[in-house]
């Protein structure tokens, strides 16, 4: 069984201010883990994944993640908001028993100016 | 490749009605998965196939609801009656398994509204 958990449904930075959005995982089998980023009335788009080779995890448009098995965590950071940053953020797990995800309940990002 | 074809994008309904949304898969994927976003529950995975074949129908709602993937491009998930609290985004996603777990590429989502 797998599940994840979002600290935080919303989360407001500064434009340039740092951004962190926080996941945490359940998984009985090795995880593999997932950032989506969800744009108003768009599909999910994948940011990065985590596949079991480095931990430190870098994605599009400047995110990164760091897949700490020790906290069970799978953090979202980015050095710099910028306002095009403003979106809802899914953390997704899946184990070997295909490819099926597991999403958390979401955060939402805004990046006042 | 065009990525995860879903339509309608949008779809009104009155209550009662039947509604089938689709979904044409990325090329050459072998996993199809149906999700459904509401604000209260989030993102729920309903069904997921492999090689056409339904592997996990757990999430299905209730008796109302249905799926079927007729061959490796095509996919139906169909409400029968529609009620308003069926009312959602509906996501289809595919993937495929290689030597290392990829992602699913998502489409844009049927925004369904039954009245």
């Known amino acids: 069984a797998q599940s994840v958990t979002q600290l935080g449904s919303h989360v407001s930075v500064s434009e340039g201010a740092l951004v962190l959005l926080r996941c945490n995982y359940s998984?009985?089998?090795?995880?593999?883990l997932f950032w989506y980023v969800q744009y108003p009335n768009q599909g999910l788009q994948l940011l990065l994944k985590?596949?079991?080779?480095?931990?430190l995890v870098k994605g599009i448009n400047g995110f990164e993640a760091e897949f700490k098995k020790s906290e069970t965590s799978f953090h979202l950071t980015k050095p710099s908001a910028h306002m095009s940053d403003a979106a809802e953020y899914f953390c997704a797990v899946s184990g070997r028993a295909g490819n099926m995800l597991t999403f958390g309940g979401g955060t939402r990002l805004m990046v006042k100016p | 490749d065009a990525g995860v074809i879903q339509s309608p994008r949008h779809e009104v309904t009155e209550m009662g009605q039947e509604v089938t949304l689709r979904c044409k898969p990325i090329?050459?994927?072998?996993?199809l998965f149906w999700y459904r976003q509401t604000m209260m529950r989030g993102l729920e995975l309903l069904i997921y196939?492999?090689?056409?074949?339904?592997?996990?129908d757990s999430g299905m709602p209730e008796d109302r609801f249905s799926a079927k993937m007729p061959n490796a491009s095509f996919s139906t998930l169909k409400i029968q009656p529609s009620e308003p609290r069926d009312s959602a985004v509906y996501f289809c996603?595919?993937?495929?398994?290689?030597?290392?777990?990829?992602?699913?590429?998502f489409g844009q989502g049927t925004r369904l509204t039954v009245v």
């Open positions: 090329s050459g994927h072998d996993y």
């Open positions: 996603a595919s993937s495929f398994r290689g030597k290392v777990n990829t992602e699913a590429f």
């Open positions: 985590y596949t079991s080779a480095a931990t």
């Open positions: 998984s009985s089998v090795p995880p593999y």
């Open positions: 196939f492999n090689n056409n074949v339904p592997i996990d």
